[in-house]
């Protein structure tokens, strides 16, 4: 068995980068009977950008249907949020203790951030060491990430070695893997997909804005008519992406020039749509039935806090703690 364990912060809705970024790999992770995966939502380190509650529990339920209805099957993963288990924030403390004021020096999250003259929090500088403690609580051997978490993980697994060279082995060394292939998808405007860029497609947006979005993917300026490159055009782009079953066609029809841009999008928009109705469909049953996120949402919280809490125990005990007598 391979443990396998990711987080998602809950900043907003899912977009098509987040799916072919991460989502997507995540379910074949989790269909495949030899790993044991573990997913959760990183509500806590949201408030490293925003303290809002109304705004916090919005997001953090709609990160939470959004994994439900695309990739995770209850009987399959652990899923979980981060704030039902204390265990991390306790954790953090820990390793903070063990982690050189330099290491997170070098973490780009806070670098950009300073760098672009925003004044950040202390929990922003410290945000890697939460992400470890998300990691090494589990004892996870594979971290899917998109490239730019890459350089968290190893902070982690740099943690969990000098944790294992100053108390014996505790921790699981963790590993990083990023699916090279589909790390970044174009946006709307034809740079990477991404919430702070504005040019992103929301999976569950509504069918009128859904296809509003696809209509309005950048392209070259061909005039009608004129054979398309197929090769440089962004829709097709995504045609590959979603698997059209007629992209042979597509192709000799752009070189032909016998489709324009507009034709192509709209049977984009039709591929998009059905890709996620399914989905679609789940997501919207899950959101009317309140009763049943909350009892997959425990279920998940009580195997995740069973773990977290043996391996804080541990660690606890380490330090020299003895055992606490509340518990
Ligand atoms: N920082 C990650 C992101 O922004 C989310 C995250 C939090 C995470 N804890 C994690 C990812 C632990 C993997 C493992 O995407």
Request: neutral net charge.
């Given at each position: 068995?391979?443990?396998?364990?990711?987080?998602?912060?809950?900043?907003?809705?899912?977009?098509?980068?987040?799916?072919?970024?991460?989502?997507?790999?995540?379910?074949?992770?989790?269909?495949?009977?030899?790993?044991?995966?573990?997913?959760?939502?990183?509500?806590?380190?949201?408030?490293?950008?925003?303290?809002?509650?109304?705004?916090?529990?919005?997001?953090?339920?709609?990160?939470?249907?959004?994994?439900?209805?695309?990739?995770?099957?209850?009987?399959?993963?652990?899923?979980?949020?981060?704030?039902?288990?204390?265990?991390?924030?306790?954790?953090?403390?820990?390793?903070?203790?063990?982690?050189?004021?330099?290491?997170?020096?070098?973490?780009?999250?806070?670098?950009?951030?300073?760098?672009?003259?925003?004044?950040?929090?202390?929990?922003?500088?410290?945000?890697?060491?939460?992400?470890?403690?998300?990691?090494?609580?589990?004892d996870a051997e594979?971290?899917?990430?998109?490239?730019?978490?890459?350089?968290?993980?190893?902070?982690?697994?740099?943690?969990?070695?000098?944790?294992?060279?100053?108390?014996?082995?505790?921790f699981v060394l963790p590993?990083?893997?990023?699916?090279?292939?589909?790390?970044?998808?174009?946006?709307?405007?034809?740079?990477?997909?991404?919430?702070?860029?504005?040019?992103?497609?929301?999976?569950?947006?509504?069918?009128?804005?859904?296809?509003?979005?696809?209509?309005?993917?950048?392209?070259?300026?061909?005039?009608?008519?004129?054979?398309?490159?197929?090769?440089?055009?962004?829709?097709?782009?995504?045609?590959?992406?979603?698997?059209?079953?007629?992209?042979?066609?597509?192709?000799?029809?752009?070189?032909?020039?016998?489709?324009?841009?507009?034709?192509?999008?709209?049977?984009?928009?039709?591929?998009?749509?059905?890709?996620?109705?399914?989905?679609?469909?789940?997501?919207?049953?899950?959101?009317?039935?309140?009763?049943?996120?909350?009892?997959?949402?425990?279920?998940?919280?009580?195997?995740?806090?069973?773990?977290?809490?043996?391996?804080?125990?541990?660690?606890?005990?380490?330090?020299?703690?003895?055992?606490?007598?509340?518990?």
């Open positions: 068995m391979t443990r396998i364990l990711t987080g998602m912060q809950s900043s907003g809705k899912s977009h098509l980068g987040n799916y072919f970024g991460m989502m997507k790999q995540a379910k074949a992770l989790q269909d495949n009977p030899s790993n044991e995966c573990f997913y959760f939502v990183a509500d806590l380190h949201s408030f490293t950008s925003k303290q809002d509650p109304e705004l916090f529990k919005q997001n953090q339920l709609s990160g939470v249907l959004d994994w439900l209805a695309l990739v995770i099957d209850p009987e399959k993963s652990v899923f979980y949020r981060q704030s039902d288990i204390r265990a991390h924030t306790e954790l953090l403390w820990y390793l903070s203790c063990l982690t050189p004021f330099g290491l997170m020096e070098r973490g780009h999250a806070f670098k950009d951030k300073t760098a672009k003259g925003l004044e950040a929090n202390v929990a922003l500088f410290t945000y890697p060491i939460l992400m470890a403690a998300d990691i090494l609580l589990y594979i971290v899917p990430v998109g490239k730019d978490q890459a350089q968290h993980v190893e902070m982690a697994r740099d943690l969990a070695q000098k944790f294992n060279h100053h108390f014996g082995d505790t590993e990083s893997q990023i699916k090279e292939e589909v790390q970044t998808i174009p946006g709307l405007d034809g740079a990477k997909m991404s919430k702070s860029y504005g040019n992103t497609i929301e999976i569950f947006a509504d069918e009128k804005t859904m296809k509003k979005k696809i209509m309005s993917l950048k392209t070259e300026s061909v005039e009608l008519g004129q054979p398309i490159d197929p090769e440089t055009c962004n829709v097709m782009a995504y045609h590959r992406l979603f698997e059209n079953p007629n992209l042979a066609k597509l192709e000799a029809d752009y070189r032909s020039g016998s489709i324009g841009f507009g034709d192509s999008k709209k049977q984009l928009f039709e591929l998009v749509w059905d890709y996620f109705a399914d989905a679609r469909a789940r997501r919207e049953s899950l959101a009317n039935n309140p009763a049943e996120v909350e009892r997959i949402l425990k279920l998940g919280a009580q195997k995740a806090s069973a773990i977290a809490e043996a391996k804080l125990q541990n660690v606890r005990t380490k330090f020299g703690l003895s055992a606490n007598h509340l518990a």
